[in-house]
T-cell receptor, first 118, second 113 residues
Framework: EVQLVQSGAEVKKPGESLKISCQGSGYSFTNYWLGWVRQMPGKGLEWMTIIYPDNSDTRYNPSFQGQVTISADKSISTAYLQWNNLKASDTAMYYCARQARNGLFDYWGQGTLITVSS | DIVMTQSPDSLAVSLGERATINCKSSQSVLYSSSNKNYLAWYQQKPGQPPKLLIYWASTRESGVPDRFSGSGSETDFTLTISSLQAEDVAVYYC?????????FGQGTKVEIK
């Protein structure tokens, strides 16, 4: 069974750094792109970035380029999303999701809620 | 970026009645070589992650009830729930997966009338 398990909710202050994780199991982690999707409170879904864990090839939505960094550690089947300077506007639910071979997201993590507040 | 526009933003349908959601893309998502439309539909219930319902515009994901159907091609697509059930209350999103960045519609909230 394919599973994506995300790290827990975080409460941070503006300017702080953060790295959240997504661990995959039940499939060959290195052979599927894995991505992140943002959902701001009460809003829709925004595709942020994806990574191919086997060689760490990445793609970014220009709207998020430079704002976040995606990475992966294939030895522990885990992908990460990192911020170096959080803003209140980063407050959102973040989902990781596996990209199927045709390009859509077929399996999703449970979500990680990030709250940024002074 | 490809803009995906859904209509309506919300709709209320009686139990057992049909619900129809439209999705329009700013560019064609039909890949001519394969004749496949790179268009998916997701369902998101409150407090849950999205769930894949339909891909290639009209192919139901395994386990999805057959009251859900997708149609359309190139730039205009439709998700139909033929007989709305209480468990179908959710927000529905279309997504194109032809171009990067992948883009979602703004969502359509389906409620019971």
């Amino acid at each position: 069974e394919v599973q994506l398990v995300q790290s827990g909710a975080e409460v941070k202050k503006p300017g702080e750094s953060l790295k959240i994780s997504c661990q995959g199991s039940g499939y060959s982690f290195t052979n599927y792109w894995l991505g992140w999707v943002r959902q701001m409170p009460g809003k829709g879904l925004e595709w942020m970035t994806i990574i191919y864990p086997d060689n760490s090839d990445t793609r970014y939505n220009p709207s998020f380029q430079g704002q976040v960094t995606i990475s992966a550690d294939k030895s522990i089947s885990t992908a990460y999303l990192q911020w170096n300077n959080l803003k209140a506007s980063d407050t959102a639910m973040y989902y990781c999701a596996r990209q199927a071979r045709n390009g859509l997201f077929d399996y999703w993590g449970q979500g990680t809620l990030i709250t940024v507040s002074s | 970026d490809i803009v995906m526009t859904q209509s309506p933003d919300s709709l209320a349908v009686s139990l057992g009645e049909r619900a129809t959601i439209n999705c329009k893309s700013s560019q064609s998502v039909l890949y001519s070589s394969s004749n496949k439309n790179y268009l998916a539909w997701y369902q998101q219930k409150p407090g849950q992650p999205p769930k894949l319902l339909i891909y290639w515009a009209s192919t139901r994901e395994s386990g999805v009830p057959d009251r859900f159907s997708g149609s359309g091609s190139e730039t205009d697509f439709t998700l139909t729930i033929s007989s709305l059930q209480a468990e179908d209350v959710a927000v529905y999103y279309c997504q194109q997966y032809y171009y990067i960045p992948r883009t979602f519609g703004q969502g359509t909230k389906v409620e019971i009338k």
